[in-house]
């Protein structure tokens, strides 16, 4: 899919509202797809101390309503025209960043981890303005460098179940 078919969505998050760091449904946007970004259907996303620090504006710089969650594995929903590192089908995950300037050295050296203009995958404002909305939720959009690793092997849900055979 091109970014030029790509339309936003709804998408189905659960958000912290306020300080009491309760999640409860939240529907929203995502940026529209561009051309080196991916789509990812989120199957599955971790829960670290961090989601309940920001949830909870532990460190009083909380975009409410927040949607947590930077450690997400789900599968390529829809691709930009310029993308050719991951295809619709593969399996993939995400770490803390969902975005890079791709213009300092840092990004030039594969390190966005340093960018100075990088974009969290929550909590944070995106190139387009918009804040940013984490893994507890149906799908993400990302730069396709933030792409951290193919889970290869995985055709489905059973796969975890064929291990244990």
């Known amino acids: 899919m091109s970014s030029e078919s790509a339309k936003e969505e709804e998408c189905l998050g659960y958000a ?42 532990h460190f009083g710089d909380s975009n409410y309503p927040v949607v947590p969650g930077h450690e997400i594995a789900g599968v390529v929903r829809a691709i930009g025209s310029d993308v050719r590192s991951v295809k619709v089908g593969d399996h993939v995950g995400v770490g803390t960043f969902v975005n890079s300037c791709r213009d300092c050295e840092y990004c030039h050296d594969e390190l966005e981890v340093c960018c100075p203009k990088f ?7 995106d190139v387009d303005g918009t804040i940013t909305r984490g893994g ?5 959009v990302v730069h396709q460098r933030l792409i951290l690793y193919q889970i290869a092997g995985a055709t489905d849900s059973k796969s975890a179940k064929k291990c244990k055979d």
């Open 16 to 57: 912290a509202r306020d300080p009491s760091g309760v999640l409860s449904p939240f529907i929203f946007s995502r940026r529209t797809l561009r051309s080196d970004d991916v789509s990812i259907h989120i199957t599955h996303c971790g829960v670290c101390y961090a989601d309940v620090i920001w949830t909870r504006n």
């Open 119 to 125: 974009v969290s995958t929550y909590n944070h404002v």
């Open 136 to 140: 507890f939720s149906t799908h993400i």
